[in-house]
């Protein structure tokens, strides 16, 4: 699952003149903590495998 949402991620930057941008989902307590596209942070706040591999390297700041 993670490296399909990796090749996703990137295949939306790549595409950037086609798509604005993307979102993630799945977050708040209402979802249980197996679900795939959790991205609620672990019990001692550290980020969850599918923050760290998938999602942080397309993150970008937002513009000053």
């Known amino acids: 699952m993670l490296s399909r949402r ?3 991620l990137s295949f ?3 595409n950037s003149d086609v798509f604005i ?3 993630g989902w799945a977050g708040g307590s209402a979802w ?3 679900y ?3 991205l609620n942070p672990n019990a001692d706040g ?3 495998v599918q923050m760290t591999q998938a999602f ?3 993150l970008t700041p937002p513009a000053q």
């Open 6 to 8: 990796r090749y996703l």
């Open 12 to 14: 939306l930057e790549t």
């Open 21 to 23: 941008g993307w979102n």
């Open 32 to 34: 249980p903590l197996d």
């Open 36 to 38: 795939a596209l959790n």
């Open 46 to 48: 550290s980020d969850r």
């Open 56 to 58: 942080l390297k397309h």
